[in-house]
């Protein structure tokens, strides 16, 4: 028996080198005028013969390439990267809080598994456990204006330390009924704001409630926060005040909003994005309290975690950032607060400042509290104008299908840092048929629902190393030409 596997690998016979054994062999046996040519009887059992020990070669190459992370797939290369103590990250569904009102005035309970509905695109989520609202202490309240009467006297029954409040809204009065309410309110020691023309009252680190009977002419909704997961994996966002709509009534329920975007949901890991972590873990996940090693256990460890950096102000002095000296930042996209905030604690250089815009306090091994800093990915909310002709040679899309191609694309796309190179975004236009001749024009703002000043096709536009670009659908214009 020949040997196969040399110090350069294993040595693979091809289908030609095979069959042209098998007729040699058949000679030997049978004489030198056997019959072999392709389309004779015995040529064609030969090369029957000859597929099927070419397709055992072509196991015993993919068996001996099984294990080289470069060569692998699929479950071979899970195989592979188990080795280094890493697992293939599974699909991950987009998650948050949201607060969940009721117009009742007496304690109500929203059960497990109730749906809420992010609008766009009809994405259902799921209430991951049962939610009380306790009108008399609760997360919000939201009074709606439904009439309320100038000079007229509305009693309000809130908790301390408001109390009871006597509203009145006077002839001349300029500001809105919202507004004069929202004054008075803390002008009384509560925080109320206005949110969509209504008033939205709050209690920083407590509670707020108000006891019946509620003045006629405004409702008002008590809102309590629970936790929500969208009821399908994969690529998806959920930005500030999206989360809007109850697709199936749930008694005692009447509204919801989400003031926080959702850890956005994430597709399985492909075998490209493997081999890479795979690669960068080798090096840098052996060591503890470096820059490098703090990410890489982040996004190793912590689940939903999808990227994460580390910059580190070594000096006596605050840098421009507005890092501490001798600090360390790290800005990390996905994944809970406590998960995140635990796994810095287990990989940090011992005596360091952790620095950042979000602060949680987590328990260490002497059952001491310890507050971890560390900073979020901001958004950046982008915007498109599209400019299309269509091709019709093929069926004509609707405006739904590319505005879902478009935000598909830019899931994958966007991700911490990344610019908007607006020719790129054809990549998302062309996902869908129908579309001939096209131009992009692009537009960035800090907030979802600000004034977009779009530039031209040829513009690249920076995204911060510690933002990232956001796009729904009604943040795109779509323009027919004909």
């Given at each position: 028996?020949?040997?196969?596997?040399?110090?350069?690998?294993?040595?693979?016979?091809?289908?030609?080198?095979?069959?042209?054994?098998?007729?040699?062999?058949?000679?030997?046996?049978?004489?030198?005028?056997?019959?072999?040519?392709?389309?004779?009887?015995?040529?064609?059992?030969?090369?029957?013969?000859?597929?099927?020990?070419?397709?055992?070669?072509?196991?015993?190459?993919?068996?001996?390439?099984?294990?080289?992370?470069?060569?692998?797939?699929?479950?071979?290369?899970?195989?592979?990267?188990?080795?280094?103590?890493?697992?293939?990250?599974?699909?991950?569904?987009?998650?948050?809080?949201?607060?969940?009102?009721?117009?009742?005035?007496?304690?109500?309970?929203?059960?497990?598994?109730?749906?809420?509905?992010?609008?766009?695109?009809?994405?259902?989520?799921?209430?991951?456990?049962?939610?009380?609202?306790?009108?008399?202490?609760?997360?919000?309240?939201?009074?709606?204006?439904?009439?309320?009467?100038?000079?007229?006297?509305?009693?309000?029954?809130?908790?301390?330390?408001?109390?009871?409040l006597t509203f009145r809204w006077?002839?001349?009065?300029?500001?809105?009924?919202?507004?004069?309410?929202?004054?008075?309110?803390?002008?009384?020691?509560?925080?109320?704001?206005?949110?969509?023309?209504?008033?939205?009252?709050?209690?920083?680190?407590?509670?707020?409630?108000?006891?019946?009977?509620?003045?006629?002419?405004?409702?008002?909704?008590?809102?309590?926060?629970?936790?929500?997961?969208?009821?399908?994996?994969?690529?998806?966002?959920?930005?500030?005040?999206?989360?809007?709509?109850?697709?199936?009534?749930?008694?005692?329920?009447?509204?919801?909003?989400?003031?926080?975007?959702?850890?956005?949901?994430?597709?399985?890991?492909?075998?490209?994005?493997?081999?890479?972590?795979?690669?960068?873990?080798?090096?840098?996940?052996?060591?503890?309290?470096?820059?490098?090693?703090?990410?890489?256990?982040?996004?190793?460890?912590?689940?939903?975690?999808?990227?994460?950096?580390?910059?580190?102000?070594?000096?006596?002095?605050?840098?421009?950032?507005?890092?501490?000296?001798?600090?360390?930042?790290?800005?990390?996209?996905?994944?809970?607060?406590?998960?995140?905030a635990q796994n810095i604690w287990?990989?940090?250089?011992?005596?360091?400042?952790?620095?950042?815009?979000?602060?949680?306090?987590?328990?260490?091994?002497?059952?001491?509290?310890?507050?971890?800093?560390?900073?979020?990915?901001?958004?950046?909310?982008?915007?498109?104008?599209?400019?299309?002709?269509?091709?019709?040679?093929?069926?004509?899309?609707?405006?739904?299908?590319?505005?879902?191609?478009?935000?598909?694309?830019?899931?994958?796309?966007?991700?911490?840092?990344?610019?908007?190179?607006?020719?790129?975004?054809?990549?998302?236009?062309?996902?869908?048929?129908?579309?001939?001749?096209?131009?992009?024009?692009?537009?960035?703002?800090?907030?979802?629902?600000?004034?977009?000043?779009?530039?031209?096709?040829?513009?690249?536009?920076?995204?911060?190393s510690a933002q990232y670009a956001?796009?729904?659908?009604?943040?795109?214009?779509?323009?027919?030409?004909?």
């Open positions: 028996m020949g040997t196969y596997v040399t110090e350069t690998g294993l040595k693979r016979k091809t289908l030609q080198e095979v069959r042209a054994e098998l007729e040699q062999s058949f000679k030997e046996v049978f004489g030198t005028d056997f019959e072999t040519s392709v389309d004779s009887p015995n040529g064609l059992l030969i090369s029957q013969l000859a597929l099927a020990f070419g397709n055992l070669w072509d196991l015993a190459f993919e068996v001996f390439t099984s294990r080289d992370p470069g060569e692998a797939t699929g479950v071979s290369l899970d195989f592979a990267a188990a080795l280094n103590g890493l697992n293939r990250r599974e699909a991950t569904a987009c998650n948050g809080t949201a607060v969940l009102y009721t117009l009742e005035n007496s304690e109500v309970t929203i059960p497990s598994g109730s749906l809420a509905q992010r609008s766009r695109g009809k994405l259902n989520f799921s209430l991951d456990e049962d939610v009380t609202i306790d009108p008399a202490s609760c997360d919000r309240l939201l009074i709606v204006d439904d009439g309320l009467a100038r000079d007229t006297d509305y009693v309000f029954h809130f908790a301390q330390p408001v109390g009871d006077e002839t001349e009065d300029s500001r809105t009924a919202a507004e004069a309410l929202a004054a008075a309110i803390n002008s009384a020691g509560g925080n109320a704001s206005l949110e969509n023309g209504s008033v939205s009252v709050i209690a920083d680190s407590s509670k707020v409630g108000i006891s019946a009977p509620v003045p006629d002419d405004c409702s008002v909704y008590k809102g309590t926060e629970g936790s929500f997961t969208a009821v399908t994996e994969g690529t998806q966002t959920c930005e500030i005040g999206e989360l809007d709509a109850i697709p199936r009534s749930v008694d005692g329920w009447d509204r919801v909003k989400n003031y926080e975007s959702f850890v956005p949901g994430t597709d399985q890991e492909t075998d490209t994005e493997l081999r890479v972590r795979r690669a960068a873990s080798a090096r840098a996940i052996i060591a503890r309290g470096t820059d490098a090693s703090i990410a890489a256990h982040l996004i190793e460890e912590v689940t939903g975690v999808t990227a994460a950096s580390v910059t580190s102000n070594r000096t006596m002095s605050t840098d421009a950032a507005g890092r501490p000296p001798k600090s360390f930042e790290v800005l990390v996209a996905g994944g809970s607060d406590l998960d995140v287990e990989n940090q250089p011992s005596g360091i400042q952790s620095y950042g815009n979000t602060s949680v306090e987590i328990t260490d091994s002497e059952g001491a509290g310890q507050v971890i800093s560390f900073s979020r990915a901001q958004a950046k909310y982008l915007w498109l104008k599209i400019t299309y002709h269509r091709y019709t040679e093929e069926q004509a899309p609707t405006e739904e299908e590319i505005k879902a191609a478009l935000v598909n694309w830019a899931a994958q796309e966007y991700r911490l840092g990344v610019d908007v190179i607006t020719q790129r975004v054809m990549q998302g236009l062309y996902g869908v048929q129908g579309i001939g001749n096209a131009f992009a024009q692009a537009a960035i703002t800090d907030t979802p629902d600000g004034t977009p000043a779009y530039g031209n096709s040829m513009d690249v536009i920076p995204v911060g956001s796009l729904t659908a009604d943040r795109i214009t779509l323009v027919l030409e004909t």
